[in-house]
């Protein structure tokens, strides 16, 4: 018998009716949801929308119309991109009726990058990109050069203030577009020049033979970026502190119908891979499948020459994945017409017919370069099984870390404090340096979410450590076992047991070591955790001010200095200054570090992986003059220095 179904409770007519179902037009819906856009709205989404004017100017670049861009930080936080191309057209348009121009910055999904016949190339994805950095600006004022005259239009928020009206005369074409992002969106966000240097540079590299001038206007800093090598140049310059395999990176090109296929590689001492993708110029962070068509391409390569120059056995099992891929710096650089992004962020390529494309491109460019070059070749293959034989030794390591550990039966390390709470999503580990800290955070903890795992000692340098090393450290292992993902290839984030991980260290220099130990750590073997936004750094006071019975927690110099400016004249006031978190007790550790609605917490996020990639080699790594010079350079910068 079917079981009676209770009628729906129903709750009083509240009027619902057309009138308010809320219709958004483009401008208002990128105003209403910008992170929809941009990514962010804060200073990443901010540096977006200088990063979108930049690709339209680089697209007339790839297009062969365009060889210099000028980026200039003005005074007043807004931002000016000038190029040497064509000029949007201001002729009116034949479906909108108003200018090309106004077309171009006022409507979402339209461009000349639809159709094909304008550029056979584009890093615009929806034709979206100069549309939103208008309707996200307080203002926007465009000027082009073309046909002899000078055109302006201006925008207030994303609407025209008038027509395109000339104004002057030009003696050569382009396009000059300067904008101020929206207050009301970014609040006091500011651009950080070092950043913007960065992304121009690859864009630079990415373009041989086209020049890109960034200046600040504020500080008097300027960078010009100009490549006539191209990708090379790119690997060299990532691989400049390693000692390499082979002098000259290998360089591929190729051309499959209207797809640009572009790659170079080489290989390193190290351990660590890092392959830098791109589609259209735009840095596809999470891949896609260029990158998928490059790795398959990669291992076919070196185990078919491997095998048939006898560098393996007939009975030795082929090469893997991560044996070849180790201590390799890459560049995947695709051109194609018609990409297909996931979102328009721009993070990850979708296009299926890439792959096969890549693939055969990569496969018969690299064969012919171990054909031609057989001490490269043979110096590879030995890299890649010396790896083969680390990694081997690593996987039985790793299987003596699961039977230690009965990973597979839910057994955690013995020294964890887990918490009550079953949902993942719910749960955040404190990574607490030292027992004694470690105490003072399971006393002051909340036991239904907050995990606490201390660690004793220094973390292993993962970034000078073999795999099977790694793995044998106590540390590195107990970490592994507690978020319960595995590493490297065989990370799965849908095993991880909290996602919050939070480092909490002393705020000495011991804790600033063991902090970058463990940054390390997740970076080379769980960078995923950081690219979902799952790692976080605690912030432990500095000082306590007290001033009679009253506490200020104080977190800077700077902010000690204010407090102690406000509480002059008052009786007994006693300055404490906090090295080590075991100095507090449990109730302070809550009060001021784990607290979820006193806190503060930077989440720890990944805006370039190839500076990321060089920082942690320097610090990290084996030679000591570029440690020595990165810290000379950055001496005066350093805050709260323990002395």
């Given at each position: 018998?079917?079981?009676?179904?209770?009628?729906?409770?129903?709750?009083?007519?509240?009027?619902?009716?057309?009138?308010?179902?809320?219709?958004?037009?483009?401008?208002e819906?990128v105003?209403?949801?910008?992170?929809?856009?941009?990514?962010?709205?804060?200073?990443?989404?901010?540096?977006?929308?200088?990063?979108?004017?930049?690709?339209?100017?680089?697209?007339?670049?790839?297009?062969?119309?365009?060889?210099?861009?000028?980026?200039?930080?003005?005074?007043d936080?807004?931002?000016r991109?000038?190029?040497?191309?064509?000029?949007?057209?201001?002729?009116?348009?034949?479906?909108?009726?108003?200018?090309?121009?106004e077309?171009v910055?006022?409507?979402?999904?339209?461009?000349?990058?639809?159709?094909?016949?304008?550029?056979q190339?584009?890093?615009?994805?929806?034709?979206?990109?100069?549309?939103?950095?208008?309707a996200?600006s307080?203002?926007?004022?465009?000027?082009?050069?073309?046909?002899?005259?000078?055109?302006?239009?201006?925008?207030?928020?994303?609407?025209?203030?008038?027509?395109?009206t000339?104004?002057?005369?030009?003696?050569?074409?382009?396009?000059?577009?300067t904008?101020?992002?929206?207050?009301?969106?970014?609040?006091?966000?500011?651009?950080?020049?070092?950043?913007?240097?960065?992304?121009?540079?690859?864009?630079?590299?990415?373009?041989?033979?086209?020049?890109?001038?960034?200046?600040?206007?504020?500080?008097?800093?300027?960078?010009?970026?100009?490549?006539?090598?191209?990708?090379?140049?790119?690997v060299r310059?990532?691989?400049?502190?390693?000692?390499?395999?082979?002098?000259q990176?290998?360089?591929?090109?190729?051309?499959?119908?209207?797809?640009i296929?572009?790659?170079a590689?080489?290989?390193?001492?190290?351990?660590?891979?890092?392959?830098h993708?791109?589609?259209?110029?735009v840095?596809?962070?999470?891949?896609?499948?260029?990158?998928?068509?490059?790795?398959?391409?990669?291992?076919?390569?070196?185990?078919?020459?491997?095998?048939?120059?006898?560098?393996l056995?007939?009975?030795?099992?082929n090469?893997?994945?991560?044996?070849?891929?180790?201590?390799?710096?890459?560049?995947?650089?695709?051109?194609?017409?018609e990409?297909?992004?996931?979102?328009?962020?721009?993070?990850?390529?979708?296009?299926?017919?890439?792959?096969n494309?890549?693939?055969?491109?990569?496969?018969?460019?690299?064969?012919?370069?171990?054909?031609?070059?057989?001490?490269?070749?043979?110096?590879?293959?030995?890299?890649?099984?010396?790896?083969?034989?680390?990694?081997e030794?690593?996987?039985?390591?790793r299987?003596?870390?699961?039977?230690?550990?009965?990973?597979?039966?839910?057994?955690?390390?013995g020294?964890?404090?887990?918490?009550s709470?079953?949902?993942?999503?719910?749960?955040?580990?404190?990574?607490?340096?030292g027992?004694?800290a470690?105490?003072?955070?399971?006393?002051?903890?909340?036991?239904?979410?907050?995990?606490?795992?201390?660690?004793?000692?220094?973390?292993?340098?993962?970034?000078?450590?073999?795999?099977?090393?790694m793995?044998?450290?106590?540390?590195?292992?107990a970490?592994?076992?507690?978020?319960?993902?595995n590493?490297?290839?065989?990370?799965?984030a849908?095993k991880?047991r909290?996602h919050?991980?939070?480092?909490?260290?002393?705020?000495?220099?011991?804790?600033?070591?063991?902090?970058?130990?463990?940054?390390?750590?997740?970076?080379?073997?769980?960078?995923?955790?950081?690219?979902q936004?799952?790692?976080?750094?605690?912030?432990?006071?500095?000082?306590?001010?007290?001033?009679?019975?009253?506490?200020?927690?104080?977190?800077?110099?700077?902010?000690?200095?204010?407090?102690?400016?406000?509480?002059?004249?008052?009786?007994?006031?006693?300055?404490?200054?906090?090295?080590?978190?075991?100095?507090?007790?449990?109730?302070?550790?809550?009060?001021?570090?784990?607290?979820?609605?006193?806190?503060?917490?930077?989440?720890?996020?990944?805006?370039?992986?190839?500076r990321?990639?060089?920082?942690?080699?320097?610090?990290?790594?084996?030679?000591?003059?570029?440690?020595?010079?990165?810290?000379?350079?950055?001496?005066?910068?350093?805050?709260?220095?323990?002395?």
């Amino acid at each position: 018998m079917t079981p009676e179904i209770p009628p729906l409770t129903k709750p009083p007519d509240n009027g619902y009716t057309a009138s308010d179902i809320q219709v958004l037009g483009g401008r208002e819906a990128v105003r209403k949801r910008p992170g929809m856009y941009i990514g962010s709205t804060d200073q990443r989404g901010l540096h977006h929308l200088a990063y979108e004017i930049v690709y339209n100017s680089v697209d007339e670049a790839m297009a062969g119309y365009c060889t210099k861009i000028k980026i200039t930080l003005l005074p007043d936080n807004s931002v000016r991109v000038e190029d040497n191309g064509r000029g949007i057209p201001i002729d009116i348009h034949p479906t909108t009726k108003v200018s090309a121009l106004e077309t171009v910055m006022t409507t979402l999904h339209a461009g000349a990058k639809f159709g094909g016949k304008t550029y056979q190339v584009s890093g615009g994805l929806h034709g979206v990109g100069a549309s939103v950095v208008n309707a996200l600006s307080s203002w926007l004022t465009v000027n082009v050069r073309r046909d002899g005259k000078l055109y302006q239009q201006q925008y207030r928020r994303g609407i025209p203030q008038g027509e395109v009206t000339p104004i002057g005369q030009a003696s050569d074409t382009g396009t000059t577009i300067t904008f101020l992002a929206d207050e009301e969106i970014f609040g006091k966000a500011s651009y950080n020049f070092n950043t913007l240097c960065e992304r121009l540079k690859e864009v630079a590299y990415l373009n041989k033979g086209l020049e890109l001038h960034l200046e600040d206007e504020q500080t008097g800093s300027e960078m010009t970026f100009y490549f006539e090598g191209g990708i090379t140049g790119f690997v060299r310059s990532l691989n400049r502190r390693r000692d390499v395999c082979h002098r000259q990176p290998i360089y591929i090109h190729k051309q499959i119908n209207s797809t640009i296929t572009e790659v170079a590689l080489q290989y390193n001492d190290g351990f660590n891979e890092a392959i830098h993708s791109f589609a259209n110029c735009v840095n596809t962070t999470d891949g896609g499948t260029h990158v998928t068509g490059f790795r398959a391409a990669l291992t076919r390569s070196l185990n078919d020459y491997a095998h048939k120059n006898r560098l393996l056995k007939e009975d030795e099992p082929n090469l893997t994945g991560d044996d070849v891929r180790e201590g390799l710096i890459a560049i995947v650089s695709v051109k194609l017409t018609e990409p297909q992004f996931e979102g328009q962020t721009k993070a990850k390529l979708g296009n299926a017919e890439i792959k096969n494309i890549v693939e055969s491109a990569v496969g018969e460019g690299l064969s012919l370069y171990l054909e031609e070059h057989p001490n490269d070749a043979q110096s590879i293959i030995a890299k890649c099984i010396t790896a083969s034989k680390a990694r081997e030794a690593a996987r039985k390591a790793r299987d003596l870390v699961i039977r230690k550990n009965s990973l597979d039966t839910g057994t955690l390390p013995g020294k964890l404090a887990d918490c009550s709470e079953k949902d993942p999503s719910l749960c955040e580990l404190f990574l607490v340096e030292g027992d004694s800290a470690g105490g003072s955070a399971k006393q002051g903890r909340n036991r239904r979410f907050q995990a606490i795992l201390p660690l004793r000692g220094k973390v292993l340098n993962v970034e000078k450590a073999a795999p099977d090393r790694m793995l044998a450290h106590a540390e590195i292992r107990a970490i592994i076992t507690a978020l319960g993902t595995n590493i490297d290839d065989e990370f799965d984030a849908q095993k991880l047991r909290y996602h919050r991980i939070v480092l909490m260290t002393d705020a000495d220099v011991d804790g600033s070591h063991i902090r970058t130990l463990l940054l390390t750590f997740f970076f080379r073997h769980m960078v995923d955790l950081i690219n979902q936004g799952h790692l976080f750094i605690a912030q432990p006071p500095l000082f306590r001010v007290r001033a009679g019975k009253a506490n200020h927690w104080v977190y800077s110099e700077t902010e000690k200095e204010a407090i102690l400016e406000e509480l002059k004249g008052a009786r007994k006031v006693e300055v404490q200054r906090y090295k080590g978190l075991g100095e507090m007790s449990a109730e302070q550790l809550w009060e001021t570090t784990m607290n979820p609605t006193s806190r503060s917490m930077l989440n720890v996020t990944l805006e370039d992986a190839a500076r990321a990639d060089h920082i942690f080699h320097v610090l990290m790594g084996d030679e000591v003059p570029p440690r020595k010079a990165f810290i000379q350079a950055h001496a005066k910068s350093v805050t709260n220095l323990d002395i």
